[in-house]
């Protein structure tokens, strides 16, 4: 069975920008997460979809944005791109979240200068 | 907020040594506790985990002591290797539809 895939693994953008990732479950798998990972913060999350969804929400601000699709593919927006946003952003999949076990993807590295 | 708070924040051993990550959690019922293991350019993996019944779970050369009334539990590697050279993340989970909730990771490194 495919892992979560993610794309693109890196990306570079400018402040101001926008930028859209995605996200491919595991066949099957119904939940989507997504975090930001930075040296200093760890993993912090951003929100949770289930069935097309957003189920939770962590503490970031509104240009930070998702959604799901109906084959569970999922794709996450940053607009008005801040330096602050650079990190490695984390994608995980589980059958239907809660304790199921999270299969995150690699990951994509957003650099912004 | 509901926080799990992680310790050390890096960790050196010796091979063959034993390594020790910490984590306590404040408050609230959570009901799973999973450990993630994260290599360099790689998302982080499952590893590990307990439910708050259970005092102590092993794998190998991977054990989680849980203390309820302590609000703590711990990761041990015996016999640390090379290979476990990794960033750790303890976690915990309120209930079943609620987010996951990571501690800050530790960075492991073991000396060969």
């Known amino acids: 069975k495919a892992g979560v895939t993610q794309t693109p693994r890196y990306l570079i953008k400018t402040r101001g920008q926008q930028v859209t990732l995605s996200c491919s479950p595991i066949?099957?798998?119904?939940?989507v997460s997504w975090y930001q990972q930075t040296p200093g913060q760890g993993l912090q999350f951003l929100f949770e979809?289930?069935?097309?969804?957003?189920?939770n929400k962590g503490n970031f601000p509104g240009r930070f944005s998702g959604r799901q699709f109906s084959n569970s593919r999922s794709e996450m927006n940053v607009s008005t791109l801040e330096l602050g946003d650079s990190a490695l952003y984390l994608c995980?999949?589980?059958?239907?979240?809660?304790?199921?076990?999270?299969?995150f993807g690699p990951g994509t590295r957003l650099t912004v200068l | 907020q509901q926080q799990v708070k992680q310790s050390p924040q890096s960790l050196i051993v010796q091979k063959g040594g034993i390594s020790i990550i910490n984590c306590a959690y404040e408050?609230?019922?959570?009901?799973?506790f999973p450990w993630y293991q994260q290599f360099p350019g790689k998302g982080p993996a499952l590893l590990i985990a307990?439910?708050?019944?259970?005092s102590e779970k092993k794998e190998g050369r991977f054990t989680i002591s849980f203390n309820k009334s302590a609000k703590q539990f711990s990761l041990h590697i015996m016999d640390s290797q090379p290979g476990d050279s990794a960033t750790y993340f303890c976690a915990a989970i309120p209930n079943r539809d609620d987010k996951i909730i990571f501690g800050k990771g530790t960075r492991l490194h073991i000396l060969p």
């Open positions: 408050n609230t019922a959570f009901d799973y």
């Open positions: 979809y289930f069935s097309e969804t957003q189920r």
């Open positions: 066949s099957g798998h119904r939940s």
């Open positions: 995980a999949s589980t059958l239907a979240g809660g304790s199921d076990t999270q299969y």
């Open positions: 307990i439910r708050p019944d259970v």
